[in-house]
């Protein structure tokens, strides 16, 4: 007997080390709304994928796999998911998608449990600046507390607008944006501008009334804060008015994270003079760098159904994630991976805020993005910064084309 539990015991060592083996490796969790969001969602997972391809999807010597999460827009779905990431032992980090709220509604969970999450869309301004030198939280993206200030810009400086109405989704990204448009406007001399809210799900019949109490003001243009969503509807009771009373619309850049260019025909995105908020890079770019077209060349390889760059559905989620990657990739080369996960993370916090090496991205080539938050340096967990962002129209076949005007301070 006792010679046949040596023999069992013996057997299961090697067994154990084959799981242990399998196990080596690390998981990014991408929580997203995957359910009324797709295209922004599905494309960050795929810009995340193919930056991590770089690497042969390894990192510290582990293979990463993406673990999709789909929160559906509910903060409350959110929160289980970050409390699934920190019972996970292979967890490296999460990565969110296009929504502020949930994010906001857990910045103080988050960085209290050491959880560490890399931002690609979300632009809520708060996000990035828990008061606290353990910041856990990174952003490359649009930055809401920028974003109001480039709007508002261009909108007085460029198209000359003298009473903009500002239309603005009732929840805190809304709430975010009302703040830095006002300031905003005001710093241009702009004081006579109107507020209105409108929620979720916003209805066909809603969006009209809406639009028809605008009308009623003697504004002239629309900043309008809106996932594609309640956009799209927006965008539409605007277009169905008599010609001589549409006013133009300048929007924030959430109406791209959808399907709003299938929603919204071309030609009432044309009516009503539609422009919104981008960052830089476009893979639409005439002369695209030799990077830039490698990118767009590996993409093509890894995604059969992307047979050229408007393929791209949502493109601002492939771009920012796929940076974000780059400069992950950069900061694990300083952590020392043989150590628990709770040290790994914790050296990689440290590490992204370190980064000395200029990292190449699709955007830009980034010096030391990220550093130590304090209050007097707000902007430490931003990686991008208001010389980088530009405004866009939809073309004719739904691609996005970046307006050569820059933000002039």
């Not at 494309?43 to 990192?59: M, P, Y």
């Not at 009732?170 to 507020?195: A, C, H, P, Q, R």
Request: charged share 25%.
């Amino acid at each position: 007997m006792k010679v046949v539990v040596l023999i069992c015991i013996l057997f299961q060592f090697p067994i154990f080390g084959e799981v242990a083996a399998k196990n080596n490796s690390f998981s990014i969790y991408l929580d997203a709304d995957f359910s009324n969001h797709l295209e922004s969602s599905e494309s960050i997972e795929r810009g995340l994928k193919v930056a991590l391809e770089t690497v042969q999807s390894t990192i510290m010597g582990r293979s990463v796999k993406i673990i999709r999460k789909d929160h559906r827009g509910n903060s409350a779905r959110s929160k289980r998911h970050i409390k699934q990431f920190s019972k996970d032992s292979n967890a490296l980090l999460m990565v969110s998608g296009i929504h502020s709220p949930p994010l906001l509604a857990h910045r103080d969970y988050i960085n209290e449990n050491e959880i560490l999450f890399l931002i690609p869309w979300a632009a809520a301004g708060p996000i990035t600046r828990y008061p606290s030198d353990q910041n856990w939280i990174f952003r490359l993206s649009i930055d809401d507390s920028k974003a109001g200030k480039v709007i508002a810009n261009y909108a007085i400086k460029k198209k000359k607008y003298k009473k903009p109405y500002l239309l603005l989704e009732n929840t805190g990204w809304g709430k975010s944006n009302e703040k830095t448009m006002s300031k905003s406007l005001k710093g241009l001399g702009i004081s006579d501008f109107k507020v209105g809210w409108f929620n979720w799900n916003l209805k066909k019949a809603g969006a009209n009334s809406l639009i028809n109490d605008i009308l009623k003001t003697d504004s002239d243009v629309v900043f309008l804060v809106a996932n594609s969503i309640e956009g799209a509807v927006i965008v539409d009771a605007m277009a169905s008015q008599p010609s001589d009373k549409v006013i133009p619309i300048l929007s924030h850049w959430g109406i791209i994270g959808g399907d709003f260019h299938k929603k919204v025909i071309f030609e009432n995105r044309l009516k009503v003079d539609l422009t919104f908020l981008q960052t830089k890079f476009s893979f639409l770019n005439n002369k695209l760098s030799k990077y830039q077209s490698n990118v767009l060349a590996k993409t093509k390889s890894m995604f059969p159904d992307v047979k050229s760059a408007k393929d791209i559905l949502a493109p601002t989620g492939f771009i920012h994630a796929h940076d974000l990657v780059l400069l992950l990739i950069e900061a694990s080369k300083a952590v020392e991976p043989n150590q628990s996960i709770s040290k790994i993370r914790k050296e990689l916090r440290s590490a992204l805020e370190e980064i000395k090496s200029p990292v190449q991205g699709l955007i830009k080539t980034y010096k030391q993005p990220f550093s130590i938050y304090s209050k007097s340096n707000p902007d430490a967990h931003e990686a991008l910064e208001t010389i980088d962002f530009v405004m866009a129209s939809f073309g004719i076949n739904d691609e996005i084309i970046l307006n050569p005007w820059r933000f002039q301070k």
